[in-house]
């Protein structure tokens, strides 16, 4: 199975600041099409996840510009350029290159 | 507007069988365009990948359930289920149905998850 990392487990934020979660992936998650297949999900409180960003750096319909992700390989960098009140929640990485998929342990943004 | 919605009993007895349903409106569980996928979150942890169905009879499953999980698809009711025997505390979560692509990627729509406690 490949194993996803995320860091850091908690990261409290101020708003209007930014913020970066970290994933890093066992294997590389770039297939021979050329499509690498990570994708980013935000729990917010009392909810089902939520896709945010998908097939590594592809902002899902009505994701605010605000989020965004660098990285290649095996090591990825989520960005919240201005966290605002409504980010608060825990952001999952997940690897859709082969099954069985595997999501991170999740990382809990909060509010300072 | 593509809804889920995942139903069942809410308490399952060790050693006995879950079922859960899920629901889907606003598309069909028979469009090739996607698969239905069933992942649960135990309390208070991640979220685990139980398995998958694709053109309602291509299925593909986490390994470390692959004995004791089923989903199967009815075309007539437009629906999702998810079977998975032998249950222990250990698979006390919250179950979500959710679509993706036909090949493996990204879950767009989620339903709303429902809690199965296993508990005697």
């Known amino acids: 199975d490949i194993v996803m990392t995320q860091s850091p487990l908690s990261l409290p934020v101020t708003p209007g600041e930014p913020a970066s979660i970290s994933c890093r992936s066992s294997?590389?998650?770039?297939?021979?099409?050329?499509?690498?297949?990570v994708d980013w999900y935000l729990q917010k409180p009392g909810q089902s996840p939520q896709l945010l960003i998908y097939?590594?750096?592809n902002r899902a319909s009505g994701v605010p510009d605000r989020f965004s992700v660098s990285g290649s390989g095996t090591d990825f960098t989520l960005k919240i350029s201005r966290v605002e009140a409504e980010d608060v929640g825990i952001y999952y990485c997940?690897?859709?290159?082969?099954?069985?998929?595997?999501f991170g342990g999740g990382t809990r943004v909060e509010i300072k | 507007q593509v809804q889920l919605q995942e139903s069942g009993p809410g308490q399952v007895k060790p050693a006995e069988t879950l079922s859960l349903t899920c629901t889907v409106s606003?598309?069909?569980?028979?469009?090739?365009?996607?698969?239905w996928t069933w992942i649960r979150q135990p309390p208070g942890k991640g979220l685990e990948w139980i398995g998958y169905?694709?053109?309602?009879?291509?299925?593909d499953y986490n390994p470390s359930l692959r004995s004791r999980v089923t989903i199967s698809a009815d075309r007539s009711k437009n629906q999702i289920s998810l079977r998975l025997s032998s249950v222990t505390a250990a698979d006390t979560a919250v179950y979500y149905c959710?679509?993706?692509?036909?090949?493996?990627?990204?879950?767009?729509?989620w339903g709303q998850g429902t809690l199965v406690t296993v508990s005697s």
């Open positions: 097939l590594g750096s």
């Open positions: 294997q590389s998650l770039l297939h021979s099409n050329g499509f690498t297949y």
């Open positions: 169905i694709y053109n309602s009879r291509t299925t």
């Open positions: 606003g598309g069909s569980v028979s469009d090739g365009s996607f698969s």
């Open positions: 997940m690897q859709a290159l082969q099954t069985p998929l595997t």
């Open positions: 959710a679509r993706g692509p036909p090949a493996l990627g990204e879950f767009d729509y």
